[in-house]
């Protein structure tokens, strides 16, 4: 088994790919109005709009309701890609700093308000 991706639900892909690209520093593509996908070395973030997932009905996903899942990128300087994002960012919930483990953090929101985490290792 190989994992392949993460898929944040939500009614405003685009409004959330532009976030992402923003964060992440690449493209999205774009396979339809309805999809977005942002490719990295080592996983996929997916964004579907809630259209993607009609067929499950009262199963689907409720897109802005996420209170257990933390989406995480390991940047090499968090200081660096903190204050190139600043001023994008709506809801700063941690500022850098370095946790009791001795990664270096910065915790924010994205626009659906789902928690996001820029790290970067203690070096060795």
Do not use: K, Q
Not at 63 to 91: G, H
Request: proline residues 6%; negative net charge; hydrophobic residues 45%.
């Amino acid at each position: 088994m190989e994992f392949a991706s993460i898929r944040i639900i939500t009614n405003h892909v685009d409004r959330l790919a532009h976030f992402y690209e923003a964060v992440t520093g690449t493209t999205a593509a774009r396979p339809a109005p309805v999809f977005a996908e942002l490719r990295t070395a080592t996983g996929i973030l997916a964004i579907g709009s809630t259209a993607t997932m009609a067929m499950l009905g009262e199963h689907a996903p409720t897109p802005a309701n996420n209170n257990s899942v933390i989406i995480e990128f390991l940047v090499d300087d968090v200081d660096a890609e903190f204050t190139r994002l600043r001023d994008a960012l709506d809801e700063v919930v941690l500022a850098p700093a370095t946790m009791p483990w001795g990664n270096r953090s910065t915790l924010f929101r994205d626009p659906d308000g789902n928690l996001v985490n820029l790290f970067s290792r203690p070096a060795s």
